[in-house]
């Protein structure tokens, strides 16, 4: 199992730090929006960098980059359809972003729908969602449709359920708030939202959270159930298919104030 340790940047960012199974002294970063506290955690830590993934292009996943590739030999890696700072590999679905030396090796899913270039980076039982996934909520929709939106997160929830969902940002006690007005009466939300906040109280993250739990808890990969169809319906006013339940619940969710 991969060590991964989280690096936190602004407000509510996580930049995660993956431990090299085959080199513990080196570590490769995910979406590094700030240098600084990549910088600190390394020297603190007595780390070497030696790779940074990208999802997408936002500059709270990307500011950082440039810096951070003046460090030496570092590895870069991003998604082929959007402009990135550092020139780093250009992945798409299909594509693998490997660190032979290091032990460390992700197959690329692409997943459009806040930034029309999006990718996931999956292996080792875990995935770096970005800003697509969230526990207990998702991203929302800058780029793309609805329905490439409710594409993606399907993609996401069709991984083991064993899979750790690394994503971009501490939000999950505000999403399980919502969770909770889609679905009153979803038991492992209520409890899950108390673990959460107990959690955020000691100052402590609640990612990764696993792709089982999300099912369970996030109404965005929740599209199929009766309950959350039975809802977004009775706000529509008329029959919806799965894409425009997920639209109608995301447009909800831009509004709602916990
Ligand atoms: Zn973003």
Same mark, same amino acid.
């Given at each position: 199992?991969?060590?991964?340790?989280?690096?936190?940047?602004?407000?509510?960012?996580?930049?995660?730090?993956?431990?090299?199974?085959?080199?513990?002294?080196?570590?490769?970063?995910?979406?590094?929006?700030?240098?600084?506290?990549?910088?600190?955690?390394?020297?603190?830590?007595?780390?070497?960098?030696?790779?940074?993934?990208?999802?997408?292009?936002?500059? &709270?996943?990307?500011?950082?980059?440039?810096?951070?590739?003046?460090?030496?030999?570092?590895?870069?890696?991003?998604?082929?359809?959007?402009?990135?700072?550092? &020139?780093?590999?250009?992945?798409?679905?299909?594509?693998?972003?490997?660190?032979?030396?290091?032990?460390?090796?992700?197959?690329?899913? &692409?997943?459009?729908?806040?930034?029309?270039?999006?990718?996931?980076?999956?292996?080792?039982?875990?995935?770096? +969602?970005?800003?697509?996934?969230?526990?207990?909520?998702?991203?929302?929709?800058?780029?793309?449709?609805?329905?490439?939106?409710?594409?993606?997160?399907?993609?996401?929830?069709?991984?083991?359920?064993?899979?750790?969902?690394?994503?971009?940002?501490?939000?999950?006690?505000?999403?399980?708030?919502?969770?909770?007005?889609?679905?009153?009466?979803?038991?492992?939300?209520?409890?899950?939202?108390?673990?959460?906040?107990?959690?955020?109280?000691?100052?402590?993250?609640?990612?990764? +959270?696993?792709?089982?739990?999300?099912?369970?808890?996030?109404?965005?990969?929740?599209?199929?159930?009766?309950?959350?169809?039975?809802?977004?319906?009775?706000?529509?006013?008329?029959?919806?298919?799965?894409?425009?339940?997920?639209?109608?619940?995301?447009?909800?969710?831009?509004?709602?104030?916990?």
């Amino acid at each position: 199992m991969l060590q991964i340790s989280p690096v936190r940047a602004f407000a509510d960012n996580y930049i995660w730090a993956i431990h090299a199974p085959a080199d513990p002294r080196q570590v490769v970063v995910v979406d590094p929006g700030d240098a600084e506290p990549v910088r600190q955690f390394l020297s603190g830590n007595d780390l070497r960098l030696a790779g940074i993934l990208m999802t997408h292009h936002h500059p &709270d996943h990307v500011g950082g980059v440039a810096e951070l590739l003046r460090e030496g030999s570092v590895q870069a890696f991003g998604p082929a359809n959007e402009r990135i700072p550092g &020139d780093p590999a250009r992945m798409r679905e299909g594509d693998r972003a490997a660190f032979p030396a290091l032990g460390l090796d992700f197959a690329v899913l &692409d997943i459009p729908g806040h930034t029309a270039g999006h990718i996931a980076y999956v292996g080792h039982d875990v995935v770096f +969602s970005g800003d697509t996934l969230f526990s207990a909520g998702c991203g929302r929709v800058f780029e793309g449709t609805a329905e490439q939106m409710s594409a993606s997160l399907a993609k996401l929830a069709a991984l083991p359920e064993r899979t750790l969902v690394y994503c971009g940002h501490e939000y999950t006690v505000n999403n399980l708030a919502f969770a909770l007005a889609v679905e009153p009466d979803n038991a492992t939300a209520a409890e899950y939202l108390e673990t959460c906040r107990a959690k955020r109280s000691r100052n402590e993250a609640t990612v990764p +959270s696993s792709i089982g739990q999300e099912r369970n808890v996030n109404p965005f990969l929740r599209c199929d159930r009766h309950t959350v169809k039975q809802v977004a319906e009775a706000r529509a006013g008329r029959r919806l298919n799965q894409a425009e339940v997920f639209a109608v619940i995301r447009q909800w969710k831009d509004g709602f104030k916990s």
